[in-house]
């Protein structure tokens, strides 16, 4: 899945860059985390939603869950005790 979600990206670049700039003008401007972690699983829900077919969303949804899970344990966001839960 991250590899095409790279391709995408990279194909849509101006999209998926003013989404970024976007976010990382709310943290510069240290914008409430709750508020913003909702906007952005909001944003992801209607990207599912829009552009994903019924029938692969609720794998998309499992893939994106998972994309998550790895990121943060990639930077140790999670004690050991917290591991699975």
């Given at each position: 899945?991250?590899?095409?979600?790279?391709r995408?990206?990279?194909?849509?670049?101006?999209?998926?860059?003013?989404?970024?700039?976007?976010?990382?003008?709310?943290?510069?401007?240290?914008?409430?985390?709750?508020?913003?972690?909702?906007?952005?699983?909001?944003?992801?829900?209607?990207?599912?939603?829009?552009?994903?077919?019924?029938?692969?969303?609720?794998?998309?949804?499992?893939?994106?869950?998972?994309?998550?899970y790895?990121?943060?344990?990639?930077?140790?966001?999670?004690?050991?005790?917290?591991?699975?839960?």
């Open positions: 899945m991250l590899d095409r979600v790279e995408t990206a990279t194909a849509t670049l101006h999209a998926t860059q003013g989404v970024s700039n976007a976010v990382k003008q709310a943290i510069r401007e240290e914008a409430d985390p709750d508020i913003m972690a909702g906007a952005l699983v909001d944003g992801l829900t209607m990207t599912l939603l829009a552009s994903v077919a019924p029938d692969r969303r609720r794998s998309v949804a499992n893939d994106l869950v998972m994309l998550l790895r990121r943060l344990d990639s930077l140790n966001m999670f004690d050991e005790d917290d591991a699975g839960k």
